[in-house]
């Protein structure tokens, strides 16, 4: 495909469960965004990768959240434990530039509603 | 601390009238700003951005305006359609050597009514 996908789409999980998310971007793209958006409020940064190395995790909420990328393309958001207020749209964005010079434009995925119980 | 903020969360606009969507920040480190729409189960796609070096761009229907002294953009659709009804997300980024997270507002609800 020619856009960012991410799988599952929808994941209900019971409080205290272990969860993975996936995201494929589009290939060739060197950064990787993920992006968590609660209901009624915009995406809020949660880490950024360019190519395997992640450069910046400063907004992953807690040492719950972990996310990998190991060969540079999938990436993987794990939310270990989960809780109620982890329920919220996770999105993952891509773009193919690996530096930010003027701004390059990120290509977003449809993201992932997870649910917790 | 919302350092990007859309006031409105819904506007309604009658088919072919100007559309006219408002974003403020508070954080003078951001440099470049970009317009995400975004459809019901999709992921917010790019609209326009604008660099702090200008104050205006334009692409088809949709122009950005940017007023750095008073930490403001908008933007306008002209003329607006019934497919732009749409949440738009305004984001900003400040360069810092690095591919720029965004920050987001917390969107604007256009429905345009025929």
């Known amino acids: 495909g020619a856009g960012v996908s991410q799988s599952p789409r929808y994941k209900v999980a019971k409080r205290g469960q272990d969860v993975a998310l996936r995201c494929d971007p589009i290939s060739g793209h060197v950064s990787l965004f993920w992006y968590q958006q609660a209901l009624g409020q915009g995406p809020e940064f949660l880490t950024y990768f360019q190519n395997e190395a992640q450069l910046d995790k400063s907004g992953l909420p807690s040492d719950r959240f972990f996310a990998e990328r190991p060969e540079g393309s999938v990436s993987t958001l794990k939310i270990q434990r989960t809780q109620q207020e982890d329920s919220a749209v996770y999105l993952c964005?891509?773009?193919?530039?690996?530096?930010?010079?003027?701004?390059?434009?990120?290509?977003f995925g449809p993201g992932t509603r997870l649910t917790v119980l | 601390d919302q350092q990007v903020k859309q006031n409105s969360p819904s506007l309604s606009v009658q088919e072919g009238r100007i559309s006219i969507l408002n974003c403020d920040y508070t954080n003078s480190m951001f440099d470049y700003f970009l317009w995400y729409k975004k459809y019901p189960a999709e992921g917010p796609t790019f609209l326009i951005s604008i660099s702090s070096i200008k104050d205006k761009n334009e692409d088809g229907r949709f122009t950005v305006f940017l007023n750095k002294s008073a930490k403001h953009l908008s933007l306008h659709i002209v003329p607006s359609q019934p497919g732009d009804s749409a949440v738009y997300f305004c984001a900003a980024s400040a360069s810092s050597g690095t591919a720029s997270k965004l920050t987001f507002g917390t969107g604007t609800r256009l429905q345009v009514t025929l």
């Open positions: 964005a891509s773009s193919l530039a690996p530096i930010d010079l003027s701004g390059d434009e990120q290509f």
